[in-house]
């Protein structure tokens, strides 16, 4: 079992550039241009979250946790890396990764009770049966080159709670960041302590304006009580961190953080030169925007790549604002539309 992430074939074989992703998508769409006019689909955010609901649906009916929760929802992605969405069952799948994640994160669920539970989510597929999960699960694993270990945000995050003197709504909101980032291209694009210092940072700066800040079960409750941010909410607080990171100047997102993606370090979390002391006094904006300075000098000294930190930020604000247009039932219909008509249901 790959312990560090810089050895892990996470890193060396399934963290890719926008460019690469789009190419290799392009490229399934390429190989049977006929189908793809044939059955249109949702914009991709709007397939992911689609993804993601049903996943943690699934997940709630079987008291799964949020780390193979998001196990799955990696799994979901690298597979559509390499098969043509058109050409499989999304709901097979889904009941597949979350099977399949449940056995590599020593949480595993029996195959009959996952397939009773999908049955009952998704009364009107009855080609879940144990016989056709098994081959999925294979299809699944070959496709992925048995590459199945996943590094997530959330050890990063617990790691670094007490370096930051994080408080518990902090650490929510962080968590709850982390989440919604499984419904972007981020868990392929940058490494997960990138992705969870990203999500430190805005739990810092909007936690004075998210009352209780507190969505997300910290230390991976069950997925059905994680919740996320209200997602209009987010996406104007999403805004005002853009507009609050660029006054730093030179701060926390305008440099100074060193251009590498951690070096060499042992595990997912960056190595800060100092810890740090903040009050822990009552959540006000000062002390909150102490706090963001005090993290400022923490990503100055570290080795952190900070131009990721930027990037990752942008993505969240454009996941937010594009959830404000997310229509659920069309996304579902588009999706049972090319399963039955291709017989994929059977």
């Known amino acids: 079992m790959a312990a560090n992430y810089w050895d892990s074939t996470q890193r060396r074989h399934w963290q890719f550039t926008k460019t690469q992703l789009a190419s290799m998508r392009q490229k399934l769409e390429d190989d049977d241009p006929s189908l793809v006019q044939m059955f249109p689909l949702p914009q991709l955010r709007h397939l992911n979250i689609w993804f993601n609901q049903q996943i943690n649906r699934l997940a709630k009916r079987l008291g799964v946790r949020q780390q193979p929760t998001a196990t799955a929802q990696v799994y979901m992605k690298r597979f559509y890396t390499k098969v043509e969405i058109r050409r499989t069952n999304p709901y097979l799948l889904m009941a597949t990764a979350l099977y399949l994640a449940c056995k590599m994160e020593e949480t595993p669920q029996h195959i009959r009770l996952v397939i009773g539970e999908a049955r009952s989510l998704w009364p009107e597929f009855h080609c879940l049966d144990t016989s056709k999960l098994g081959e999925c699960e294979f299809f699944l694993i070959s496709e992925m080159s048995s590459h199945l270990i996943i590094h997530s945000p959330y050890r990063t995050l617990g ?5 930051l ?12 960041v982390i989440n919604d980032h499984y419904m972007t291209d981020l868990p392929l694009l940058y490494p997960p302590h990138t992705v969870a ?14 009352p209780g800040g507190s969505s997300g079960a910290q230390g991976g409750g069950n997925s059905g009580s994680q919740g ?8 104007a607080a999403l805004a005002q961190a853009q507009a609050r990171a660029a006054l730093q100047g030179g701060g926390i997102l305008g440099g100074g953080g060193g251009g590498g ?13 100092q810890s740090l002391s903040s009050p822990t006094g009552d959540g006000s904006a000062k002390d909150s925007r102490s706090k963001v300075q005090r993290f400022a000098i923490w990503l100055a000294e570290s080795n952190v790549d900070v ?5 990752c930020t ?13 229509n659920d039932k069309n996304t579902r219909e588009q999706i049972n539309r090319f399963i039955k008509a291709r017989g994929l249901d059977k």
Do not use: K
């Not at 805005?202 to 004075?208: C, D, K, S």
């Not at 993606?261 to 030169?273: A, C, H, K, L």
């Not at 131009?307 to 990037?311: F, G, L, P």
């Not at 942008?314 to 997310?326: K, R, S």
């Open 165 to 176: 003197s994080l408080s518990q709504d902090e650490i929510s909101l962080a968590w709850s």
């Open 228 to 235: 996320s941010m209200g997602l209009s909410a987010a996406s």
């Open 159 to 163: 790691a670094l709670q007490g370096d």
């Open 197 to 210: 210092l990203t999500a430190i940072l805005l739990a810092l700066v909007l936690r004075p304006g998210v």
């Open 261 to 273: 993606n951690g070096g060499g370090s042992g595990s997912t979390t960056p190595t800060g030169s």
């Open 314 to 326: 942008q993505e969240l604000i454009a996941f937010y604002e594009c959830h404000e247009q997310y």
């Open 307 to 311: 131009e990721a930190m930027v990037d």
